[in-house]
């Protein structure tokens, strides 16, 4: 039996993707020697059908209808007649889109997602090459103090000493150990990251707390004084302005420390804290089982107790007032926030935070930590409405880092992730997917050359290095999937270090410091050059964005905008040349913009393990 829905087609569904409420869609399947087809839609459980028509195509059948006002997800599928059976249509059992299937119960449906867009991301960021930093590790400054160290903490006294974790017997970090990074270590490195390329800084938590990852909030007004204090941010924010760098805060407001002015378990803050008594203004923040030790906590540490972010005052304090944390950092010259654990903040508290974001900054940028495709989200039962319009302009595109650090191992195919890529093409709206946070390595997951080099899960994760051969392996595979992050759709993310050669294992070992002095200058140079590309091409911050299907091992996709038109390819084999005819291009010249010199089209060669990206003259 011949059914064809192709969601990633204009001949079945125009227009693509997500798209503004109220909006008109046409939607056509094709069918042979069918009697009736219904077009089923899902919105909000309410259930509405509509009859297709013959259309003026041989064989196909259409409807056009307006979307619904409102936000949200509209899932749809089709049920259709043929003689005396009755039979559905949706997607591969996935959900993924594109091409589906022939069922004959209710059958996994098709997503349309509906948002309001009166909002845009700003071009500061959506044309912007980001770095994150680690602030405790990426460099020491000038202003370096001992005396700014507390009691149980660890000062390390080599900067390249492996970072640790100094657990009691119960498995609590008795000692927290630094390394002494400070906002002045990276105003000094300011002309490095610009030879980069960079234009946007996200720094990890800068906020006064014990840990050195700073997740565990003590003070959200207060900077860290072993980072400094408010005249060197002062001094970091002047010197970001006068090289175009944009800064982009963390803000951890699903749950504070509990050494912190709010809880204040230790008694180390002046005040009452709500772990010493329900007379504390912050009482109301927590949530107690058995006062004082019994209380919710962010993944059962109680290091970290949960905030109820749907109390009043504590919105009040963060956003909502005049002088709250997120308006007072922002008037410091912060232009952006990326909110930790976004799927555990409720939606409201989103909206409510980018609503103040907006009226301190309307060029402001909110992002969001989410780990799976944000647009259909489902977090304690409820689906989220991230891409609303409301709320984020961006999330963490952990999807890109997994589909292509699996593809360049060779543990799936181009064309698998291509699907997964084409998922959240669809899914997301234009402004988000063009504003994915697209990240290679972060602080929560294996340094990417340690991953691409295949080491040894059974080593000592502390102490293990790759050796020659693997990191030439790691090396030349970070190449490509670098060059691949800066041409694709989404703003690069850099993670301080991985430009540099540092490796390492799981949280610590993925934390380690810079390595100034011992850098690897080749991959240097290839970041420098990369950047470049990325920066002085428009296309790659702004064109669209077409795959197209060849082999397994070769992943190919054009970008373009009015001006120009690239053609990126990619073959992740360690041994196999691979060849690819444009089916439109191959009498057209092209020029190699890694070397700056004419490549023929017909066909392009693609070395083992290498790339090529290709501007053509049209």
Not at 79 to 95: A, C, I
Not at 546 to 567: A, M, Q
């Amino acid at each position: 039996m011949n059914f064809i829905h192709n969601s990633w087609d204009l001949k079945c569904r125009d227009p693509f993707g997500a798209l503004p409420m109220g909006s008109l869609i046409t939607l056509r399947i094709y069918g042979q020697n069918l009697s009736s087809v219904q077009l089923r839609t899902l919105f909000n459980e309410n259930e509405i059908f509509y009859s297709m028509s013959p259309s003026t195509s041989l064989n196909m059948w259409e409807v056009t209808f307006k979307i619904p006002d409102s936000t949200g997800i509209l899932w749809y599928d089709f049920k259709f007649e043929t003689g005396s059976d009755t039979f559905t249509y949706g997607t591969k059992g996935n959900r993924i889109g594109g091409d589906g299937q022939i069922y004959k119960d209710i059958p996994p449906s098709y997503q349309i997602t509906i948002y309001e867009s009166k909002r845009t991301t700003p071009k500061w960021y959506k044309q912007g090459i980001m770095y994150q930093i680690f602030p405790d590790r990426f460099n020491r400054g000038s202003d370096f103090n001992l005396d700014h160290f507390p009691a149980k903490t660890i000062l390390h006294p080599q900067w390249s000493d492996p970072p640790h974790y100094y657990k009691d017997t119960t498995g609590h970090i008795e000692y927290w150990d630094f390394f002494g990074g400070t906002l002045s270590g990276i105003t000094e490195k300011l002309d490095y990251l610009k030879s980069l390329n960079v234009s946007i800084i996200y720094l990890n938590p800068i906020f006064k707390s014990k840990s050195n990852h700073r997740y565990d909030t003590g003070d959200y007004m207060s900077i860290e004084p072993i980072l400094g204090n408010m005249d060197n941010f002062e001094t970091l924010m002047e010197e970001c302005e006068k090289r175009d760098i944009y800064i982009i805060l963390d803000g951890v407001f699903n749950h504070t420390g509990d050494d912190s002015i709010y809880f204040n378990r230790y008694g180390h803050y002046p005040g009452l804290g709500a772990y010493q008594s329900p007379e504390s203004p912050y009482y109301d923040w927590y949530s107690f089982s058995h006062y004082p030790n019994d209380y919710a906590c962010w993944w059962g540490i109680d290091a970290m107790p949960n905030i109820n972010e749907l109390n009043q005052d504590f919105q009040s304090f963060i956003f909502k007032n005049h002088n709250s944390v997120i308006r007072h950092w922002m008037r410091a010259g912060v232009s952006g926030w990326r909110l930790d654990v976004a799927d555990e903040l409720p939606d409201s508290f989103i909206e409510g935070l980018k609503t103040a974001m907006l009226e301190e900054n309307s060029e402001s940028v909110l992002i969001g930590e989410v780990w799976e495709d944000a647009s259909r989200k489902v977090a304690y039962n409820q689906l989220r409405t991230y891409f609303s319009g409301f709320e984020l302009d961006a999330v963490m595109n952990y999807p890109f880092r997994e589909t292509f650090i699996s593809f360049v191992m060779g543990t799936i195919s181009a064309r698998i992730a291509t699907l997964t890529m084409m998922s959240l093409y669809e899914n997301y709206p234009r402004e988000q997917f063009m504003g994915n946070m697209n990240l290679i390595g972060s602080h929560d997951r294996c340094r990417v050359l340690t991953v691409l080099g295949e080491a040894d899960e059974h080593s000592n994760h502390e102490r293990y290095r790759l050796n020659n051969d693997q990191y030439h392996l790691a090396q030349k595979r970070l190449k490509l999937l670098s060059l691949l992050q800066m041409t694709f759709p989404g703003v690069p993310c850099i993670y301080y270090g991985d430009e540099a050669g540092v490796q390492g294992f799981e949280d610590p070992y993925n934390r380690g410091t810079y390595p100034w002095g011992k850098e690897d200058e080749e991959l240097i140079g290839w970041y420098k050059k990369i950047t470049e590309i990325r920066a002085n091409n428009s296309v790659f911050q702004d064109g669209s964005w077409k795959p197209y299907e060849s082999s397994d091992d070769l992943f190919v996709f054009e970008r373009r905008n009015e001006d120009t038109c690239c053609l990126c390819l990619f073959n992740r084999s360690l041994k196999a040349v691979h060849l690819f005819q444009h089916p439109i291009f191959s009498e057209c010249e092209g020029i190699n913009l890694l070397t700056d010199k004419p490549i023929p089209l017909n066909p392009v060669v693609i070395e083992p393990l290498s790339y090529q990206i290709i501007s053509i003259n049209l």
